[in-house]
Each structure stands twice: as C-alpha cells, then as structure tokens.
C-alpha cells in the first residue's frame, strides 16, 4: 500500500539553510574540529557533511538521531542531503538505513527532486518500495515533473513498470519544457522502447497525441528514429492510420520529417507509404519545404522517389520560386523542371533506377533461363530495390522462389533438379497411343477448345468470352496434386508457416523480412467476378488465401491439369477449399506475361486515394522476361502421337503463341527482356545439361545486352544532372553523387562508405576550433551515416568499417548534449567490437565513451561502473595501453570526487600522474591533464592555492610541448583566472580571462562556444566590480554566440539569458 498521510513528516523547504548557530550545533555533535580558522561556511558545511557521513558509515545512530531535524537542511558541496547523496550514490544500504529512521526523507535537491525521484532515475527498484511510503508517489519537482517522469527520461522500465501500478491517471500530462505531454508520449519522445511498451499495456495509443500531432508527428519531431523504426514494424496496423494525418500545421508526419531535415524519418515513412505529394494547407508539398529550407540532399532526396518537380502552393509558387537565388539548390532545381520535361516520354533506365518490379513470363522448363538473367541482374546491383514480383504460369514459380527470398543458386539447383514430369501425377501410362486418348471426348474437347481460344483472341477487340467460359467443362489428365504440395514446401521452408497465406507474408514484409510482395494470375472459370483474378500480398482481399493453391491455380494448364480450387486458411484452421470462387486454370490463356501488372499509380506513387490509386500509369521501375522462339506453329491433332506430344502441344499454344494472344505495345520494348530460347522445347522433361547450360546463357547474354544499351542513356538520367555552376566542388557534391545516386549499387555503396569515412577521419572531436564549420560538416556527414547505417548493405560491411561509423555518430550526438542517443550509439559500437575481439583496448575506449555518456546525464554509480571495467581490461596490457590507462584513472577520480570520495579520488589523479611520468618525455603532454584534474579537486573544495599551483604547473608544460596560441593554453590560463575570481583577486582574475580569450580569439573562430565561456566569466568578474555596464556587454556577447553555435535551446544559452535578465 502507498501512505497517504504525510502529516508527521518535517517537510523542507528548498530555500531553507542552516544557520551558523545550526551549523555550530552539529559541530558539537559530531565533535568537528577544523584546523583553518579562515574557513568558510560552505567548508564547514562540507566538513560536517563529511563526518555525518563517517557516522553513519560507523554506524553512530545516536549522534545521527540527536541531530535528525537539523540533517534535513545540512547539504553538500553539491546540495544535497545525506539521504539524497546516498540514493543518487548508489549506497543502497545506507539509504535503507537513513530510510527506517525517516532522516531528510522530506528533503529535495536544487531542483526540487526527492528522494523517490532520485531512486527512479538511477532504477533502484528495492528504494522505491520504502520511499512511496513516505514521500507521494506523483510529488512534482520544480518543473512539474513526477518520479514516473524522471523513471522514463532515465529509461528505467522496471521503475516505469512497478510505479505505473500505483499512479492513479496515466493519461493526465505533465510538463516538459514548453509541452504538455502524457507518460506515453513522453516514451515516444525520449526513444524509450521498453518504458513505451510497459504503458502501452496501461494505455491507448492515442493518449500520445500531443499539440505537436500524432504519435509519428511526436517521435518524427524530437528525431527519435530508433523509436519511429520500432513503431513503423512492430505496431503497423495503428501507424498506418495515422500515416497521413495532419498536425496544427497541416504537416503530415512525413512532411514534418523534411521539415525538420531528418532523411532518416523520411525515408522510413516513405517505405511504410507515406505520400510525398501531400499538402499542407498551403498546398505545399514536401519539395516545396525542403525548398523552402534550402535543404539540397533532401532535394534530391525526394526527387529519386519520384515526386512532382513543379507543383504549386497557394500563391502559385513552384519548389523553384522558393529557393534563395544564390542557391545552388535554385540550379538544381531548375535542371530538374528541364529534365522533368524530357523525362515524360523518357525510356526506363534501370542502371540508375533499379527495377522495383519483376514480371516473368510463363515458359515450362524453359524458364532456367531466367537463372542466367537474374545473375546478371545480381552483378548489376539491380535486384536491391525489388519490391514485387510477378508470374503466370509456370513463370509463378520462379516469381514465387524469389518472392520467398531462394538465392538465385538454390532456384538454379531447383529447376534443374525438379523435370515438370513429375508434377503430372496421372494414372495413363506413357506410352499410351494419343489415338486411344483422342477417343476419350473429355482429351479431344480440351485440344479443340485450347484451338478455339487461340483463334477466337487473335483479334484483341473480341469481347465474347465464351472460349474461355467453355473451359470450364474440361477436367483434364493430371490432379495437380503433387505440384501444390511441392510449391508448399518450398515455401515454407522460407516462411516457416504453414500453408502461407498471402496475409501473412504481408505481415512478414512489414517485420523487415527479406520477402517481396507476390503477384500471380489465374483464370476464374466459374463464380463471380472478373474472369482474370490476381491474388496478391498487397490487397487485404486475398489476406486469407493460402499462397501454394493460388500458384497451383495460376499453372492450371487446361487439359493437362484438371481446373484448380482456390484454398482459404482461417487463423488456427486448416485451408479448405473457396467454393465462392470457383474453379481456376492457367492464367497464361489470357495473360501469360503480365508486364503491365504494375501500370498504375499506387504502383508508383504513396498515399493516394483508392480512386487515384488505380489510374493507369506507365510504371518505369517494371522490368519483365519472356521467352521467345522462333517456331509458332499451332500443333494440329492428327500430328500427335502419343501422350508427351500431347502435352508438347498443350504447351506450346500457351508459350509459343503470346503475340497472338496479347497486343504489345511499343513502350514495352524497353522493359522488357526477351530471351531467345532457339530450340529448347517447352515441355521438354528431362532437359540435357548441355540444353540447361544453353538456356542459362542464352538468359544471360541477352540480359547483358539490354544493360549494355542501358548505357548509352546515361546523359539522359534525371540523377546524372548538370552540375550547376554555381556548386562549389565540396563534400557536399561527392556525398551526393555517390550517396544518393547509386546507393543500391554494392560497389556504389562501398565507395560512399569510403568517401565518408575519409572525411570523417579529417576531422577531430578531441580539438575543435573552427566551431561553424565543424558542427556544419559533422552534421551532414552525419545525415549521410544514418542513410548508410539503416541501408540493407551496411551489414555487409566489414565490422571494423560498422564500429567506425557508430562511433562517429555516437561521438556526434555526445557534442549535441544527446547524451542518451549518444550512449546507445556507443553500446552497439561495444556489441560489435566484442564479436571481434572482447579483450582489445579499443573495447576499453568504447566503455569509457560509455561511462563518460553516463557522467554527463549524472548517472555516476554507472559510470563509476564503465570506467572500471575498462581499467580493468586495460591492466591485463599495461605497457599497450598506456596512454589511455591514466585517462580512465583520471575519469573514476573524477567521479569518485563528485560522489563524495574525496580521498579515494584524490588517489586515483595521483596513480594517474605517476603513470604519466614515467613516460621517456619529463614534458609528456597527457601529464598537463592529470595536474589539471588534481588542480580541479582542490578547486571544487575551495582550496584555490592549491588548485593554482597545479594550474600553474600544467601551464608551464603546455608552453613547452605546445604553440603558444594553442586552446589548451588558454584553458590552463582560463582554470588560473577562476582560482584568483574565487578568492576574490577580481584584478588579476579579470587579467588572465583576458589572455585567455585574446588566445581563444585567435586560435578558434569567432562562433565558438568556448569563447563565450570566457565571456561570460569576464561578465561576472566585472559584475563582482560593481562593473554592470560592461558586465552586461559582455554577457550580451557570450549569448550572441552561444545561440549562434548552441541554438536557443541549449543550457549555456538559456543560462546567459538569465544571466542577462539579473
């Protein structure tokens, strides 16, 4: 149960200090004796705190209990109580012990957090219990936020699970900087997947909704792309509702994610079929904000998927009229409107544009050759895009073995290891003379019919049907039995669900499983509807369809197999027969190659209307194979003799006759590649090696030739436009031309990995001086390493090229203060380095660029915990690792000072330093930064003589190892100024600001954020002179530059505001 009543509990203020009459007390008590008298009261409180701490650690409960009012205001050099400290220190077993004797148990931080927020935050479940006894459960700190709050900032989803059970409305929101935002939206917005998934279960999807829009609105708008990833796979079905909603602005989440320059977003939501023509309620489209933000990758972006490159808004303006003139976005664009053009009635080209659909022809065995096309597609890097493939016939099955994801050399090894002989399960036996069989009517009315039908659709404009109607009567030779349990097999070696259903391999896509939508065709003989059906994994119609009856259905070859039943599977049942549906055969009889299957809009085009939808529409990403022969002869009856020249015959007026049966068009010409298969028989069952391997080459050559015409289009490429002259030849250009232009070609996407990476490995976040253009460069670079990291190729990198990346970015994030992204980056980086070598000193970095992410967010028992586990791998090889064994030193020293751990601290920077100085150099550099940390220990205990000495000391070693302008000189000089401020020598504390900022002028550029630090440390040196007017321009400078560099959201910037309001 959780207390209510909190009525005898001393409750504390946060303004509220010990007096020095209070103080004087406890130093009775505690029988303090300190040996400055000039001591300050903050170094008497700080000494108190001290022995508090060694009483309670004694376990001397008496003086504890003597003084337990007064230990509710006594704080530490960092504010807090010594309840406080011991919670947010990871000291469980103090905490519990101060707990059971309600010491500071009402007591609050600066910040106004208690103690049950500080356990929240640091996750420590076994305190939460105790603390909701005394402390209430939705207690706000001073910015209206909870403990569930603080639980779901930290990620902690034990402490997010075991406090939603008690708090009372889940939905009711708090504040969050300027928002309003539930526990649900506020996982969403933190990228917190456990904490979102544990509410989840508490509340609906929609309580998320904030004034920044939707759900997708929500995580597009704080970049949590992690979090629109998982919400995109793994809860599809709600997303796809809200995919294009609008927020206030009228922003659907895709067009917020241009908006906002997060390609990342974008890309994920277009995949998921976000409409890229959507309006705002200016009618403008997503090219008309990325216009508007002068944002060229996103540009170019949008255009690959094949936006509208002249669309106007309100005021009738194109994406071109909003682009500043000296723009290189306005060349390009303007290259583009000329492009767009020429482009109308332009040829496909696949070499730039990588097919999104396949379509094969149906063929009998003859479709090995297939195998041979498909290599070469695969040597291209053209099957990367693939979205949906398409068959009839027997071209279902290689577009099904596909669609399943079969390596092209299992499919080979398939087709060649499986004669279509042994799909025809009759009881005849072969030698049976066909004029026996033609005095069975049934065989001599399927013959006469399969004539009629091709007669009767030799004119394309006949409408009578009924030829094909007429089928319906014959039952031909073979059950088709043996075909339908073969196909299942194979597709559920794949699926690994039984009788598949079209559904479900839907569902499996949207899981990021590496299938392709299937299409396949098949002629209705019987039931309602249209004669020619296509099931498909994308129309909810046929979800229920088992996958195996369909492609049975779609070779149903009449006369041969008898008429086939569609198969329905509802969850948790076996399939049984559709008998709404009728009976099925081969949909070769009037469209054996369906290459205008994906002629519409929606097969191109994302998020329109159902009528939209299906508009025709030439579709240029639809590459087809058919099979051809020279020899289209219609066999007559009275020339076959026996059973096999029978079914040679059936099959070859299906797959010798496509130009009788269909019109083609001129277009067709282009997309579609035709594989001459001499004098290979359609029906031939045992198929020689040799014939098999002429097949397979004959596949191959000819889809060589089509790419080799492919190149002369080159200079007609909408991705290949002029480079504008106007463009500076920067990294800008490379990046896009190969990041975005052949980003699908395997060794395109190798060659962006290479140019990235080069240009990542000239700059360094260790020594950042040009500010403006570091943050400028790193941010794209950035934008361009998430394309690579969430590129299907990226795996395919060696794993040293993967680390390279996550690092970069992880070290990108830590400068933006996203600590937390910054942190996970650095923890897949961890994953991937130990699968190499756990035991590398490269695994001890990554786990102090982990402890470092957990210091800044003052996660420091957990960063204790990273910075020993990497000292301690770094002891196994000292004399390796020996410039970075002192940094880890220094880092726990640092942590154990802030925790309170003076002399254990103090230890560590002297272990570190001695380290240093065995170095052959007696001005070894790194020495510098270890007597920097001892001078920073005595600063922050107000010992300001001796933090000087060490300043002084790193000083004179950095004037000898450095040039005389370097950053850390004036740093050194910076630390030296701060001394004399605090011991109020303002003179010659305002004295070295000054030379420390006439070196940072010179040595870093203007924008620089720590120009504004020394700023802002002139500003109070001046304001500690009574000097208000100067102060208060200086403070105007350093918040000039801090908004410049920071934004106006970061910390430093909103402290010099406040600043500035004094």
Not at 118 to 147: R, T
Not at 804 to 825: G, N, T
């Amino acid at each position: 149960m959780i207390r209510t009543d909190f009525t005898n509990i001393p409750q504390q203020s946060q303004n509220v200090k010990l007096s020095d009459k209070q103080l004087s007390t406890l130093f009775e008590i505690f029988q303090i004796k300190l040996e400055s008298k000039k001591a300050t009261f903050e170094e008497k409180q700080q000494a108190c705190f001290e022995k508090v701490l060694e009483a309670c650690k004694e376990k001397d409960w008496e003086k504890i209990k003597a003084s337990k009012d007064l230990l509710t205001y006594l704080t530490n050099h960092l504010g807090q109580t010594i309840l406080l400290y011991a919670v947010s220190s990871g000291k469980t077993k103090l905490s519990i012990e101060l707990i059971e004797r309600q010491i500071a148990l009402k007591s609050k931080d600066g910040d106004g957090n208690t103690a049950l927020h500080i356990a929240a935050y640091h996750g420590d479940i076994h305190l939460l219990g105790m603390l909701w006894e005394h402390i209430p459960i939705d207690e706000k700190n001073n910015y209206g936020q909870p403990p569930l709050h603080t639980a779901i900032f930290r990620g902690q989803v034990d402490v997010v699970s075991a406090l939603i059970r008690n708090v009372k409305n889940l939905s009711h929101p708090f504040n969050w900087k300027t928002l309003k935002i539930t526990p649900l939206g506020f996982a969403a917005l933190r990228g917190e997947i456990g904490c979102f998934e544990v509410l989840l279960h508490k509340v609906p999807f929609s309580t998320a909704t904030s004034s920044v829009g939707t759900l997708l609105h929500l995580v597009v708008h704080f970049q949590q792309n992690e979090m629109l990833k998982h919400l995109l796979m793994n809860h599809s079905d709600y997303c796809q509702k809200i995919l294009e909603e609008k927020n206030q602005e009228g922003l659907t989440p895709l067009a917020l994610a241009v908006l906002l320059d997060n390609p990342d977003a974008t890309s994920l939501l277009h995949d998921k079929g976000a409409n890229i023509e959507t309006q705002d309620f200016e009618l403008r489209r997503p090219l008309h904000l990325a216009a508007l933000n002068d944002n060229h990758f996103m540009i170019k972006y949008l255009v690959t998927k094949n936006c509208e490159i002249t669309p106007r808004d309100t005021n009738l303006r194109t994406p071109h009229d909003l682009v500043p003139d000296s723009s290189s976005s306005k060349a390009l664009l303007y290259n583009l409107m000329w492009q767009d053009e020429i482009k109308r009635d332009d040829i496909p080209q696949y070499r730039y544009r990588p097919p999104q659909n396949l379509v094969f022809k149906g063929g009998g065995v003859k479709g090995i050759a297939y195998i041979g096309a498909l290599n070469v597609l695969r040597q291209e890097n053209a099957l990367s895009e693939v979205k949906r493939i398409s068959g009839t016939s027997v071209g279902a099955i290689t577009a099904t073995l596909l669609a399943m994801n079969f390596p092209i050399e299992e499919i080979k090894d398939i087709l060649s290891e499986t004669p279509l002989s042994n799909f025809f399960d009759h009881n005849l036996p072969k030698t049976t003379r066909i004029q026996e069989l033609m005095k069975d009517y049934s065989v001599l009315k399927a013959f006469r019919a399969l004539l009629e039908l091709i007669s009767g659709l030799k004119n394309p404009t006949n409408p009578d049907r009924k030829p094909i109607q007429s089928l319906s009567q014959i039952t031909g030779i073979c059950k088709g039995n043996k075909f339908e349990e073969w196909i299942e097999s194979q597709i559920y070696k794949k699926t690994r669900t039984p009788h598949c259903t079209f559904g479900e391999l839907r569902n499996l896509i949207l899981q990021n499983k590496p299938f392709k939508h299937l299409h396949v065709f098949a002629v209705q003989l019987t039931g309602k509807g249209s004669n020619l059906l296509r099931f498909n994994s994308e129309e909810n119609e046929w979800d229920d369809v088992v996958i195996s009856s369909a492609v049975r259905a779609s070779m149903s070859i009449p006369g041969i197999f008898i008429p086939a039943k569609i198969k329905r599977k509802q969850r948790g049942h076996q399939p049984i027969p559709a008998k709404d549906l009728g009976s099925f055969v081969d949909g070769g009889i009037t469209y054996n190659f369906p290459i205008e299957a994906f002629d519409e809009k929606q097969f191109i085009l994302q998020g329109l209307s159902k009528e939209e939808s299906s508009c025709p529409m030439h579709n240029k990403r639809t590459l087809g194979f058919s099979l051809v022969s020279s020899n289209n002869e219609i066999p007559q009856p009275e020339s076959i003799k026996n059973l096999g020249q029978l079914f040679r015959a059936i099959f070859d007026i299906f797959y010798g006759n496509e130009d009788l049966l269909r019109q083609r068009t001129p277009y067709n010409e282009h997309r579609v590649i035709e594989i001459d298969t001499q004098d290979a028989g359609t029906l031939e069952f045992d198929l020689s090696e040799d014939k098999k391997l002429m097949l397979i080459e004959a596949g191959k050559k000819a889809t060589e030739v089509f790419f080799k015409k492919q190149e002369g289009r080159k200079g007609h490429s909408l991705f290949l436009v002029p480079k504008p002259h106007t463009e500076k030849e920067d990294f800008s250009l490379k990046a896009h031309l190969f990041t975005k232009q052949n980003l699908d070609n395997e060794y395109s996407y190798k060659q962006a990995c290479n140019v990235l990476e080069k240009h990542w490995g000239e700059i360094n976040f260790e020594d950042i001086r040009n500010w403006k253009e570091f943050t400028s460069k790193a941010k794209e670079f950035y934008s361009y390493t998430c394309l690579l990291i969430n590129h299907s190729n990226f795996t395919n990198l060696h794993k040293k090229k993967q680390i390279f990346f996550y690092k970069k970015s992880a070290q990108w994030k830590h400068l933006q203060l996203e600590y937390d992204k910054a942190q996970k980056l650095f923890q897949t980086e961890l994953t991937i380095q130990q699968s190499l070598d756990p035991n590398h000193s490269n695994t001890a970095l990554i786990l102090r660029n982990i402890g470092m992410c957990f210091s800044d967010q003052h996660e420091f028992p957990k960063a204790l915990e990273k910075y020993k586990e990497a000292y301690k791998l770094l002891q196994k090889t000292p004399e390796v690792n020996q410039p970075l064994l002192p940094t880890v030193l220094n880092d726990i020293g640092r942590c154990l000072l802030i925790q309170g751990s003076y002399k254990e601290a103090l230890e560590k920077h002297q272990e570190a330093l001695e380290i240093q100085k065995k170095a052959p150099d007696p001005n070894y550099p790194d020495i510098a930064k270890s007597l920097i940390c001892i001078g920073t220990f005595f600063y922050l205990q107000n010992k300001y003589q001796e933090a000087l000495e060490k300043y002084m000391q790193a000083l004179e070693i950095q004037k000898k190892t450095l040039d005389s302008q370097h950053p850390n000189i004036a740093n050194s000089i910076y630390l030296i100024g701060r001394c004399f401020h605090g011991q109020n020598q303002y003179p010659e504390a305002l004295e070295k600001y000054q030379q420390a900022l006439e070196i940072q002028k010179k040595a870093l550029d203007s924008q620089h954020p720590k120009i504004a630090s020394t700023l802002d440390a002139i500003a109070h040196c001046l304001c500690s002179q009574n000097k208000f007017k100067e102060a208060a321009i200086h403070f105007q400078k350093a918040y000039e530059i801090a908004k410049a560099s920071l934004g106006n959201e970061h910390p430093k910037t909103k402290q010099y505001i406040r600043n500035l309001s004094r």
